[in-house]
């Protein structure tokens, strides 16, 4: 039996929660940790942990609390390093929320400590545990639709205004960016897992309907592959519908999340035929239809992956090294929008943008952040866009 300690009450750790509670005869939350305490003894009395514990400081649940054996990170990005640091260091295993990090220096001193303790620490990154992209990465590593080309990103969400009154959004110390970071990373994290790590990108952002904030609420990147391959991505918080998708074109078929496939055929003057090549779609469509549903989606599936690395001591799916790596494409990115350049990857140590500090020192105020709520009134769990509903999650 794992004992966890939640580190941060708000909206996300609904999630957390609720998928802790699918595994009660693997794990039994113990502790939740909360600068508002109130929040922590809402969410103890909400989903009944009679026996969690609570405290206004991760340190002071970590002198006190010795049975603790994961502390799964939920609070705003700008303290994630330091928490998950101190926890490792204290010998626990760590599940981080995503963003993993302010920074890649940031990051790289998180490793640094998992490396020193022999623990797991792994990082949000739930998109993975969905079918359409479980299925869509298996139909990928085969090859069946050739090399991949190009790639087309939509990672569409919708926030209203009021979103950024929140104290910590909408600024680049604190919450470290905006619809880039905090909501494409999951779709940028899923393009890294399909195609690797691009060799350079060129980007740009706006912020277009939310005056409230400094970050950024829309923006465009063009990433180009070692192998010649584009890919691009649009990452929004003001798309109504909050149609996303990942469209793959591969040498000899197009893919995609959620699922579709396409397999022209050329005539002889180049032209597509009028006929597809069925064959080659219904052999595609077999594989991806032939893997079985997963047991656990989205958060829970995460869970569950983590919980059985613990438990037979073999590595997450998704360790510090890629939670890196999907904030260093973000972080070019936002390099490339600010600077407004082409930037090589991988980022070098001794550039600006690899500290702490880097992007927020150089990147545009769009607006003045004109409110500060402390917290708004909880419903519930985040909801998830339009294509996460059941069948094809994304």
């Known amino acids: 039996m794992l004992h966890v300690a939640i580190v941060g009450t708000g909206n996300i750790a609904h999630n ?9 005869q693997r794990c039994r939350i113990v502790a939740l940790v909360d600068i508002y305490p109130e929040k922590a003894e809402e969410k103890k009395q909400r989903y ?11 340190q002071a649940m970590l002198s006190a609390c010795g049975e603790v054996d994961l502390v799964d990170v939920c609070t705003p990005p700008y303290v994630h390093a330091p928490i998950a640091i101190d926890a490792l260091h204290a010998g626990k295993h760590v599940l981080c929320e995503k963003p993993m990090a302010a920074s890649l220096e940031e990051c790289d001193a998180m490793i640094a400590a998992q490396q020193a303790s022999g623990k797991i620490l792994s990082v949000i990154a739930q998109n993975r545990f969905t079918d359409a992209f479980w299925r869509l990465h298996a139909v990928v590593e085969s090859g069946l639709a050739g090399k991949i080309c190009h790639a087309q990103v939509d990672s569409f969400w919708w926030r209203g205004h009021c979103y950024y009154d929140l104290w910590w959004r909408g600024t680049w110390e604190k919450e470290g960016g905006g619809c880039t970071l905090n909501h494409a990373v999951h779709h940028i994290d899923a ?4 195609l690797g790590t691009p060799c350079e990108v060129v980007a740009m952002m706006a912020n277009v309907a939310h005056d409230n904030a400094e970050v950024e609420d829309l923006s465009a990147a063009i990433f180009r592959y070692p192998n010649g ?13 909050e149609e996303q998708q990942i469209v793959l074109q591969g040498e000899k078929a ?13 005539a002889d003057n180049g ?48 360790d510090g090294e890629q939670g890196k790596r999907a904030l260093e494409l973000i972080t070019v990115l936002y390099q490339s929008a600010i600077t407004r350049r082409v930037v090589r990857l991988p980022i070098p140590c001794d550039d600006p943008f690899y500290h702490t500090g880097g992007i927020s020192a150089q990147a545009p105020r769009f607006y003045q952040k004109s409110a500060a709520v402390a917290n708004f009134t909880e419903a519930g769990a985040i909801p998830a866009g339009k294509n996460l509903e059941k069948g094809e999650r994304l």
């Not at 991806?288 to 869970?303: D, N």
């Open 16 to 24: 957390h929660i609720q998928s802790y509670l699918h595994f009660p």
């Open 48 to 58: 009944g942990l009679a026996d969690a514990q609570v405290f206004s400081s991760h």
């Open 191 to 194: 393009l890294q897992w399909l």
């Open 229 to 241: 391959a584009l890919a691009q991505l649009t990452a929004s918080v003001v798309h109504h519908g």
């Open 254 to 266: 197009r893919i995609s999340a959620p699922w579709a496939v396409c397999a022209h055929r050329s």
């Open 271 to 318: 032209f597509p035929q009028p006929d597809n090549d069925a064959g080659l779609e219904a052999r595609l469509d077999a594989l991806y239809r032939q893997l079985p549903p997963l047991a656990w989606t989205l958060h829970t599936g995460q869970i569950d992956n983590v919980l059985t690395a613990i438990a037979a001591g073999t590595p997450p799916l998704v």
